[in-house]
Nanobody
Framework: QVQLVESGGGLVQAGGSLRLSCAAS????????MGWFRQAPGKEREFVAA????????NYADSVKGRFTISRDNAKNTVYLQMNSLKSEATAVYYC???????????????????WGQGTQVTVSS
């Protein structure tokens, strides 16, 4: 089992940047595919990005490609989401998630992930 704690959210102007962090407990962090999702008020939770066990492979939603970067540091049990050129539509609660599936696929469906953090609010002002 793994516990996830996000941090780094806040208020930023459109065009600005933020870096989210997600700290994980447990000794098997490197065996989880990690993902970031977001949920805006009144909308369903949507996929943002995922990263493979080693960090060598990534998967992004089309809406964030070229502006967001997911990375991980297995020695620190932490996954990051660097968000650049932020737009107002990025305003949402951002969630970190872990997938224990042994196949190591970077799924974009929330139902594929087993563990979730409590979320961190990101607000982009226009």
């Amino acid at each position: 089992q793994v516990q996830l704690v996000e941090s780094g959210g806040g208020l930023v102007q459109a065009g600005g940047s933020l870096r989210l962090s997600c700290a994980a407990s447990g000794r098997t962090f490197s065996r989880y595919v990690m993902g970031w999702f977001r949920q805006a008020p009144g909308k369903e939770r949507e996929f943002v990005a995922a990263i493979s066990w080693s960090g060598g492979n990534t998967n992004y939603a089309d809406s964030v490609k070229g502006r967001f970067t997911i990375s991980r540091d297995n020695a620190k049990n932490t996954v990051y989401l660097q968000m650049n050129s932020l737009k107002s539509e990025a305003t949402a609660v951002y969630y970190c998630a872990a997938d224990s599936d042994l196949r190591g696929f970077m799924f974009d469906a929330a139902g594929s992930y087993d563990y979730w953090g409590q979320g961190t609010q990101v607000t982009v002002s226009s």
